[in-house]
């Protein structure tokens, strides 16, 4: 019926079989950006908001939500993951998230990957909500994933 790996022959939803498939080496990077008013990025910067450390806590949060990725998202696959990182620039205007996850095993990590970019993109905004309510999150993407059988990707 479809080339879509989570539809049977009947169009219905199902979570992929991957018994069969040996164990790689996984990894994804994804990121996105949050822009912000200057005041708004000084105090993301320096710590100085009136919930603190809001960089930490992005991370955790994106550590974390990346290791919840197949309680979030239907028919991911829960995985148990080697690595995740969550990193941070700052832009004239925005914090810029980059994360990393990868693991050795049957399925990949895309989606822990942009799980753990976007919730670290929205605990920024929960902690500098008391700024600015209009930020920005923006351009949320997958920017490479290297192992398993399609072999490795790269955004143009």
């Known amino acids: 019926m479809s080339n879509l790996t989570h539809l049977d022959d009947k169009g219905a939803a199902r979570m992929v079989d991957v018994g069969g498939k040996p164990e790689t080496v996984r990894s994804a990077t994804a990121a996105g950006r949050i822009r912000m008013a200057p005041a708004t990025l000084e105090a993301v910067k320096n ?18 939500a990346a290791k919840k990725t197949g309680e979030l998202i239907p028919l991911c696959h829960p995985l148990t993951l080697d690595t995740v990182t969550v990193d941070f620039a700052f832009t004239e205007d925005a914090v810029e998230v980059t994360a990393r996850a990868a693991l050795t095993g049957k399925t990949g990590v895309e989606m822990e990957a942009l799980t753990a970019a976007s919730i ?14 209009g930020m920005v999150i923006e351009h949320v993407r997958l920017l490479e994933k290297t192992g398993g059988k399609s072999g490795d990707w790269r955004a143009k």
Do not use: F, H
């Open 120 to 133: 670290a993109l929205l605990t920024l905004y929960d902690m500098a909500k008391a700024l600015e309510k």
């Open 47 to 64: 710590g100085s908001g009136p919930k603190g450390d809001v960089l930490s806590a992005a991370r955790i949060a994106g550590i974390m």
